[in-house]
């Protein structure tokens, strides 16, 4: 489901936006990461970085399997632990003494 700000940048596509960063192409990645901080740094409310970082997550499916591990790394993201519990019990008495006696029904003398 696309945003009203999803929809706005596909018609910009192109041309001229309100936002002030302009991205380099082929530069190295740090340069790509100190962008990134230059952005965060800007932020004044964490209201503001939950939208920033909900449109950037939205690629998240086309990174490898080890940068989507990293990032989760990065971000304390654990795989969900379900905790089944089996409950186990015990005959304490084993002991042939503390037994009482079974009636033989079965057979017939």
Known sequence: ????MDIFM??????????VEVVE???GNDYYQGLGIH????????????????SIATQFNELS???KK?????????PEVIVKEKVIVKDT??????????LNVVDDY
């Open 39 to 54: 952005i965060l740094k800007q932020f004044e409310e964490t209201d503001h970085y939950f939208h920033f970082l909900k």
């Open 10 to 19: 596909d018609m910009m596509d192109g041309q001229e936006t309100p936002f």
């Open 65 to 67: 399997e080890t940068q």
């Open 93 to 102: 008495n084993k002991n042939k003494k503390n037994r009482k006696p079974k």
């Open 1 to 4: 489901m696309a945003s009203d």
């Open 25 to 27: 192409k082929a530069r």
């Open 70 to 78: 990293e990032i989760k790394t990065i971000m304390n993201i654990q």
